[in-house]
């Protein structure tokens, strides 16, 4: 399974885009969200986190292989959990994913029927399916940043998701987790590592802003 590719950006379509590697086109299928990120790197080398799946009816004997690309691994992750809903499957994700991802977790999170109803393909019924499937699953991606890609966004995304499990690990609940991380960040001071931020965790959630 191809689970990353790295090349350089020839074009992007509203559904796809076209990535180079050696003697190799790869067209690669991408969500609205991913499209915003990437429609102005063309030209330039990008890394791609992918899932791979059969497009097509089996019954007609036309199956495709494609592939689905991601600016990261928790977008990814999150889409897989998206498709793995009764009734979405990787066609409707990726036409109702026209929100990044923590935008559509948060959605989740606050049990927004109405909101998710809102994404293209997806009425009242499927976001009750969707609330009651996921919305216990999504709290870490509601911390996701959304930032230019280059590598301190990286690092600062790798550095939150490592705490938000630390967190969980000493017992909080994903939901409590997230708010304590919420709480940190949103006093905009850096943390160079793991251990910084989860003193800032505690000590901002105790009102300590000295």
Same mark, same amino acid.
């Given at each position: 399974m191809i689970s990353k590719i790295t090349g350089k950006l020839l074009a992007v379509s509203e559904t796809d885009l076209t990535v180079s590697i050696d003697a190799f086109e790869y067209q690669v299928r991408i969500p609205e969200f991913v499209r915003h990120q990437l429609q102005g790197s063309v030209g330039q080398k990008i890394s791609l986190h992918t899932i791979q799946y059969l497009d097509g009816n089996p019954n007609q004997g036309r199956l495709v292989p494609r592939l689905v690309?991601? $600016?990261?691994? /928790? =977008?990814?992750e999150f889409f897989e959990l998206f498709c793995s809903v009764d009734g979405v499957g990787v066609t409707k994700a990726l036409r109702a994913m026209i929100r990044p991802v923590e935008e559509v977790a948060v959605t989740i999170e606050k049990q927004d029927i109405k909101g998710l $109803? /809102?994404?293209p393909g997806i009425g009242p019924a499927t976001a009750e399916r969707i609330v009651a499937k996921l919305r216990r699953k999504v709290p870490k991606f509601a911390l996701l940043v959304t930032n230019e890609q280059d590598d301190t966004t990286q690092i600062e995304r790798d550095l939150i998701n490592e705490v938000f499990e630390v967190l969980c690990n000493l017992g909080h609940s =994903?939901?409590?987790a997230r708010k304590l991380l919420d709480g940190a960040l949103d006093t905009k001071k850096k943390f160079k590592d793991v251990e910084s931020l989860i003193q800032g965790v505690y000590q901002y959630s105790h009102g300590g802003q000295s």
């Amino acid at each position: 399974m191809i689970s990353k590719i790295t090349g350089k950006l020839l074009a992007v379509s509203e559904t796809d885009l076209t990535v180079s590697i050696d003697a190799f086109e790869y067209q690669v299928r991408i969500p609205e969200f991913v499209r915003h990120q990437l429609q102005g790197s063309v030209g330039q080398k990008i890394s791609l986190h992918t899932i791979q799946y059969l497009d097509g009816n089996p019954n007609q004997g036309r199956l495709v292989p494609r592939l689905v690309g991601f $600016s990261n691994e /928790a =977008e990814r992750e999150f889409f897989e959990l998206f498709c793995s809903v009764d009734g979405v499957g990787v066609t409707k994700a990726l036409r109702a994913m026209i929100r990044p991802v923590e935008e559509v977790a948060v959605t989740i999170e606050k049990q927004d029927i109405k909101g998710l $109803s /809102a994404l293209p393909g997806i009425g009242p019924a499927t976001a009750e399916r969707i609330v009651a499937k996921l919305r216990r699953k999504v709290p870490k991606f509601a911390l996701l940043v959304t930032n230019e890609q280059d590598d301190t966004t990286q690092i600062e995304r790798d550095l939150i998701n490592e705490v938000f499990e630390v967190l969980c690990n000493l017992g909080h609940s =994903e939901t409590d987790a997230r708010k304590l991380l919420d709480g940190a960040l949103d006093t905009k001071k850096k943390f160079k590592d793991v251990e910084s931020l989860i003193q800032g965790v505690y000590q901002y959630s105790h009102g300590g802003q000295s």
